[in-house]
T-cell receptor
Framework: SAVISQKPSRDICQRGTSLTIQCQVD?????MFWYRQQPGQSLTLIAT?????????ESGFVIDKFPISRPNLTFSTLTVSNMSPEDSSIYLC????????????????FGSGTQLSVL | DAKTTQPPSMDCAEGRAANLPCNHS???????VYWYRQIHSQGPQYIIH???NNETNEMASLIITEDRKSSTLILPHATLRDTAVYYC??????????FGKGITLSVRP
């Protein structure tokens, strides 16, 4: 399985500021996703990070608030912009198993997450 | 992707088998059943997945009914470290994993 490194592991931020979260994978992967987990809740998909093109956002999430970059097949960033206390969550990066055309029924793996607290 | 239904919680004794049920009555023929678990606030951990046949790996077994409308995750010898939230997810060609609320498994000594 791919080894996923997320940075930072946690942060405490002030209202109105922005934080960029990094996701680094030790091998090239086709699919990369960003999730949010609010306190006591399940995981919610924010967007699919597309290599070389704009991310695909889920309903309720917009690029201005959560800009995403994916410059290559091993790295992606998620920025949480103009933060408010409601953005306090765990943010998780997820990647597919292998590179190449999507293999139906492939595994997806998760990073350890970034615990964000906004004051 | 089809939705899943899981009981909110269950418990079992340490050393015994834990059988976690999942209903996915609207599953279509090209959708897989995946199981993940999340311990505390760590990232979800992949457990197992399957399409039609029963599957077994070093962590668990997955039993899928013949009509594919339900499945059971079996942890053969539960330990205290298996206490976690377990998510049953149906995933198809959309490639996304859509998480429900999951089932909280508590393993008691």
């Amino acid at each position: 399985s791919a080894v996923i490194s997320q940075k930072p592991s946690r942060d405490i931020c002030q209202r109105g500021t922005s934080l960029t979260i990094q996701c680094q994978v030790d091998s090239q992967v086709t699919m990369m996703f960003w999730y949010r987990q609010q306190p006591g809740q399940s995981l919610t998909l924010i967007a699919t990070a597309n290599q070389g093109s704009e991310a695909t956002y889920e309903s309720g999430f917009v690029i201005d608030k959560f800009p995403i970059s994916r410059p290559n097949l091993t790295f992606s960033t998620l920025t949480v912009s103009n933060m408010s206390p409601e953005d306090s969550s765990i943010y998780l990066c997820s990647v597919s198993q292998i590179r190449g055309p999507q293999v139906f029924g492939e595994k997806l793996f998760f990073g350890s997450g970034t615990q964000l607290s906004v004051l | 992707d089809a939705k899943t239904t899981q009981p909110p919680s269950m418990d079992c004794a340490e050393g015994r088998a834990a059988n976690l049920p999942c209903n996915h009555s609207t599953i279509s023929g090209n959708e897989y059943v995946y199981w993940y678990r999340q311990i505390h606030s760590q990232g979800p951990q992949y457990i197992i997945h399957g399409l039609k046949n029963n599957e077994t790996n070093e962590m668990a077994s997955l039993i899928i009914t013949e009509d594919r409308k339900s499945s059971t995750l079996i942890l053969p010898h539960a330990t205290l470290r298996d206490t976690a939230v377990y998510y049953c997810i149906v995933r198809g060609v959309s490639s996304k994993l859509t998480f429900g609320k999951g089932i909280t498994l508590s393993v008691r000594p």
